[in-house]
């Protein structure tokens, strides 16, 4: 598959996905009085990742964008698990992993792989 293609898929997967969040706003992200980042079950799924900063995240990765814990309505976990699945099928699902570094590992990986005879 083209990287060109794949580039196109990552950036619309990763917009449609934080349009979602952004409106349905599912993990009701916030920091707490203390200056602590915390979410509807007290700590982000993402809380240990080093690019979380009291901001939010640093990077923008696809699989950490369509991760959600089992708190959430189903209507949007059917939503971010569709775009998982499309994500999957084109090995774009790096956890704490930013387009560039999926984009080299998949280069790098096409180098490798053995070419096919047409």
Same mark, same amino acid.
């Given at each position: 598959?083209?990287?060109?293609?794949?580039?196109?898929?990552y950036d619309f997967l990763y917009l449609a996905a934080d349009t979602t969040i952004k409106r349905e706003n599912p993990c009701k992200i916030h920091t707490n009085i203390e200056g602590k980042v915390v979410c509807?079950?007290? !700590?982000?799924?993402?809380? #240990?990742c080093e690019h979380l900063s009291n901001t939010g995240c640093t990077i923008r990765c696809l699989r950490c964008k369509l991760y959600l814990c089992g708190l959430q !309505?189903?209507?949007?976990? #059917?939503?971010?698990h569709g775009m998982l699945r499309i994500s999957s099928r084109y090995k774009l699902n790096w956890i704490g992993q930013n387009k560039a570094w999926v984009m080299d590992s998949l280069k790098r990986q096409r180098k490798v792989e053995p070419?096919?005879?047409s």
């Open positions: 598959m083209n990287l060109i293609y794949r580039s196109f898929i509807v079950r007290d !700590s982000p799924c993402c809380s #240990d !309505s189903e209507k949007i976990l #059917d939503t971010l070419q096919s005879s």
